[in-house]
Nanobody, 114 residues
Framework: QVQLVESGGGLVQTGGSLRLSCTASGIDFSMHVMGWYRQTPGSQRELVAVTTANGRTTYAAPVMGRFTISRDNAKNTLYLQMNSLRPEDTAVYYC????????WGEGTQVTVST
């Protein structure tokens, strides 16, 4: 059974930082493309950042230079370091794994106050 469990969300002031983690089980983590997505009420889920199996990274324009995605294959864990947070970063953040199939976590709420 595949499980992706996110943690690290919470409430932070504008300009603050948070580090999200996603621990995976039931998949060969090192072989999967891993990514972070986010969603606000009434909006579609959008890509935040992705890292390939060989460590190549891609970022959405709104987070470039502020967020850093990384992975620790030995720990089956994906990270998202979020700095210089803005109110518009408020969303539920989801971890995703992709290879032959797509898997999603349950999400973790990030709220950035003004």
């Amino acid at each position: 059974q595949v499980q992706l469990v996110e943690s690290g969300g919470g409430l932070v002031q504008t300009g603050g930082s948070l580090r999200l983690s996603c621990t995976a089980s039931g998949i060969d983590f090192s072989m999967h493309v891993m990514g972070w997505y986010r969603q606000t009420p009434g909006s579609q889920r959008e890509l935040v950042a992705v890292t390939t199996a060989n460590g190549r990274t891609t970022y959405a324009a709104p987070v470039m230079g502020r967020f850093t995605i990384s992975r620790d294959n030995a720990k089956n864990t994906l990270y998202l370091q979020m700095n210089s947070l803005r109110p518009e970063d408020t969303a539920v953040y989801y971890c995703a794994a992709r290879r032959e199939a797509n898997y999603w976590g349950e999400g973790t709420q990030v709220t950035v106050s003004t």
